[in-house]
């Protein structure tokens, strides 16, 4: 065992999930290795973080693939990109002390050293430490500027989202709610949609698993959007986005959030496109990470709907890093409802 801390004993060595190869197609558990490896030194200026939970998030496996992305691509045999929250146990930085609860992006592993850079404190007398990977961390903050900056909606407008029972969805769909709108859900499964509907409060939510085409799902949207629709918050992006144009209101705005419709290196073409024209459509993709600026407000905003009971958030839970690799396929297989976590301890 290692050097005595605040909090007990550090291990001499820990355990952490790398990219063992890159997915074909869909990826599958041989594409993980798990490994056990040695614990680090802290050396001045640096933290030595226990991770709790590990946030799982589909552009985890966006970056397994090395097609263009926003960001670059997991490299081979290297500790698994991810949000963790976590306390630390060692720490030789002035701005952080033993105890201090934190996230920051640490990756999949038990134990992680961070100099600082991306570490936030939080605040568990506020919230769950839990609650700051999903509805108060980049979770929350995500759908919070989908719907704000980009769908902009006002009481009356009738907004749909996709992934509805989802981490980011969910959050989006009572933060349309509760700016008096009517909300369309998307998602899988009649104990999904139930979810959305009773738990999350939407209006109506489809099930798109029985449905043959887009076709059918564009038919859907308008039995519950007769005059149209006048924002989308898309998570999915392919067929369930290209379903939504035709259902769009004339002036409509679209925040074009995540493809986990597309990924697994499949090719989907747009057939619906034109109406982005047809109907002049606002259509805007966004990555959270770009408006660091506007996280403080959000966090306040979403901590205030907390509160007032106006938001709440489900989480799917896997245990120990081994059961990693499951969660996250699990995930692109629209396993979870709500927030997918995997705790460590």
């Known amino acids: 065992m290692g050097p005595h801390t605040a909090t007990g004993l550090v291990p001499e060595r820990y355990r952490r999930m790398v990219l063992a190869s890159r997915p074909v197609d869909k990826p599958d558990t041989t594409h993980f290795r798990l490994e056990e490896v040695g614990m680090p030194g802290v050396a001045a200026g640096q933290v030595l973080v226990r991770n709790r939970y590990l946030s799982i998030d589909p552009y985890m496996v966006g970056r397994m693939y090395t097609t ?20 630390v146990i060692a720490s030789q930085h002035p701005d952080f002390q033993i105890g201090d609860a934190v996230v920051g992006a640490l990756g ?4 992680g050293v961070s ?10 007398q506020r919230a769950p430490l839990s609650a700051y990977l999903g509805m108060l961390g980049m979770t929350g903050v995500t759908a919070w500027y989908g719907i704000n ?21 969910g959050v989006a769909v009572q933060l349309a709610k509760a700016k008096g709108c009517k909300v369309i859900g998307i998602a899988g499964g009649e104990q999904k949609c139930h979810y959305v509907t009773r738990v999350l409060g939407a209006n109506a939510c489809i ?6 085409s887009k076709e059918a799902l564009t038919e859907e949207i308008f039995k519950h959007a007769v005059d149209g629709v006048d924002a989308f918050f ?11 144009f035709p259902a769009m209101s004339l002036g409509g705005r679209i925040a074009l959030c995540g493809m986990i419709g597309r990924y697994g290196n499949r090719s989907m073409q747009l057939l619906s496109h ?19 600026g506007e996280w403080g407000r959000a966090v306040d905003e979403l901590s205030d709907l907390m509160d007032g009971g106006l938001l709440r958030s489900e989480e799917t839970r896997a245990f120990g890093i081994e059961a990693a690799p499951h969660a996250c396929l699990g995930l692109l297989a629209g396993k979870n409802v709500g927030k997918q976590l995997v705790q460590f301890y």
């Open 274 to 292: 034109h109406f982005l024209l047809l109907s002049r459509l606002t259509a805007q993709g966004f990555i959270v990470w770009d408006h660091v």
């Open 207 to 212: 099930d798109y698993r029985p449905l043959a």
């Open 149 to 169: 900056r980009i769908c902009r909606p006002v009481e009356g407008d009738t907004v749909l989202v996709s992934a509805a029972a989802g981490a980011v969805g």
């Open 108 to 111: 999949w592993q038990e134990y």
């Open 68 to 87: 263009q992305s926003y960001a670059a691509a997991q490299a081979l045999g290297e500790t698994m990109v991810g949000e963790t929250a976590g306390h």
């Open 234 to 244: 898309d998570n999915v992006n392919g067929w369930v986005l290209d379903a939504a």
């Open 115 to 124: 100099d600082g850079t991306n570490l936030r404190r939080v605040d568990e």
